[in-house]
């Protein structure tokens, strides 16, 4: 069974400092696909980034940048210099390979403090 | 322009009295998929269908229905709507999760309320 699990529910900080969101995920597929979205106050969802697990590179786009590690199920979401439009709340997801569902952590709710 | 569309976006109804939310794409897109939203609890996926004709469950299906007749829509039915049904939904799509480019598209969400 897929589980994610988000463990910060909600995190504060103030502009330009660095935050990590951290994402814990279960399941027993060697290959599987990992994915971040958004979700501004405004509503929408917004998709961020997928990740295979066949490949480790970490990767920057911008301000964000994804760190995952195999060896720790892990899968966290960097932002560096948080701007106030960061402020959101972020989810991480997981699908494994053998079918096309996808499972969602709580979110963690992240407000950036000008 | 791409783009998810859901209608009705609110709908205030009362147990039991059947009804649908349509959702449609535009970017011939073979995966789509419906979430719910609720707070605690994150997104929860009811149902997905990577083409026509087939669809599946997903980690809550219990209570609804759905059908993909055509590649652009993929509505959702509640055939007896109970106030646990009472939800944020969302209706996304993409070409799969598998491959590029692998942007899924959400539409803007249906407030439901079931009284």
């Known amino acids: 069974a897929q589980k994610v699990t988000q463990a910060q529910t909600e995190i504060s900080v103030v502009e330009k400092e660095d935050v990590t969101l951290d994402c814990v995920y279960e399941?027993?597929?060697?290959?599987?696909?990992l994915f971040w979205y958004k979700q501004p106050p405004s509503g929408e969802l917004v998709f961020l980034i997928r990740?295979?697990?066949?490949?480790?590179q970490n990767e920057i786009s911008g301000r964000y940048s994804w760190n995952f590690q195999k060896s720790t199920s892990s899968f966290n979401f960097t932002i560096t210099a948080s701007q106030v439009v960061d402020s959101a709340v972020y989810f991480c997801?997981?699908?494994?390979?053998?079918?096309?569902?996808?499972?969602f952590g709580t979110g963690t709710r992240l407000t950036i403090i000008p | 322009e791409a783009q998810v569309t859901q209608n009705p976006r609110y709908l205030i109804t009362v147990t039991g009295k059947k009804l649908t939310v349509t959702c449609s794409q535009n970017?011939?897109?073979?995966?789509m998929s419906w979430y719910r939203q609720d707070p605690g609890l994150g997104l929860r996926q009811i149902y997905y269908?990577?083409?026509?004709?087939?669809?599946d469950k997903g980690d809550v299906p219990e209570g609804y229905k759905v059908s993909r007749k055509e590649k652009r829509n993929f509505p959702l039915i509640l055939e007896s709507p109970s106030p646990n049904q009472t939800s944020l939904y969302f209706c996304?799509?993409?070409?799969?999760?598998?491959?590029?480019?692998?942007?899924?598209?959400f539409g803007p969400g249906t407030r439901l309320t079931v009284l």
């Open positions: 996304a799509s993409s070409l799969s999760l598998r491959v590029q480019p692998d942007t899924q598209y």
């Open positions: 269908s990577m083409n026509v004709e087939v669809t």
């Open positions: 997801a997981l699908s494994d390979f053998g079918n096309e569902k996808l499972t």
């Open positions: 970017m011939n897109h073979e995966y």
């Open positions: 399941t027993r597929d060697t290959t599987y696909y």
């Open positions: 990740r295979n697990s066949f490949d480790e």
